[in-house]
């Protein structure tokens, strides 16, 4: 039974890596596109700031154009002056005078206007251009790094499957169809930790007389609400896919007062596997002595 039961848990663990690599392929380009997000709106910024300096020029170019050629007026205009005999005549070429010299005046305030606005544009484009390069530089990385993700991710289930296919024979049918049946019903989450009398998946509690008999590990159990196939985590025989300490252990009665701080607690959990299992193990030596559940660990299971 035991060995059956850990061939399931196997089984789920590798389903669960096969599931989590292909979420992984599938939303390794829209991470990408994430990551890029700062980029894109730099270059959008810079093509909007281009645009500006091009209309600028432009501008300008125009306005340097017609104050050529009012120039040119002018100077025809200044010789005409110098040849007119007739009155109305020079009345006709001062009054022309005064339009060019107006004209000019308001292309030359134009040109300045536009003179101080190229300056503005042109001090965006260094800042700007150089942040590009850097955000350039940070996404090149970030992308290097999500793609060895995307590949390690592509190996990881290759080996997953493989190891699969090595597996499934050895699983008795019955037990792998039952397995099948659930994960389809179940989000491809066909097993269930419980840990201190809960149901990891579902949260609920089971009912103790079920605790109980789950821990003696001779049967395969389900859960009262979600069905799924239960194991008891903290069994040493599962010591393999045990993620978390034994709450039991962690808080034995008589050492209340020198318990951890919950944060600092928290710190000693993470990577500390192999302790815990070993811990875990000696919990269970304890436990068989008795057979029973401690009274704490059942009123939690009540909670
Ligand atoms: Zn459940």
Redesign the pocket.
Known sequence: MQDNLLKLITLQDLDNKIRTCRQNAEDGPNKIQTVRERLTALEAEKALLDEKVAANSAGRLELEGQIEELSLRKTTNQGRQKKTRSNNEYRAIMKEADLIAAGLAAKEDELLVLMAEAEKLQAQLPPLEAEIEEESKLFAEKEAAIQLTLSQSGQQEALALAKREVLLPTIPPAMLSRYKTIAQNRDGQAL?PVVQGM?R??R?SIPPQLYNELQKNDKLLT?P??A?ILYWMHHPYFSEFCTEPNPQVQTPITDKKERKPKAEEGKLRKGAKTKVTKKVSKNLEDDDSDSQLPNDDRTIAHA
Do not use: A, E, K, M
């Open positions: 269930s149901c998946v579902c609920l859960c609400n979600c799924r």
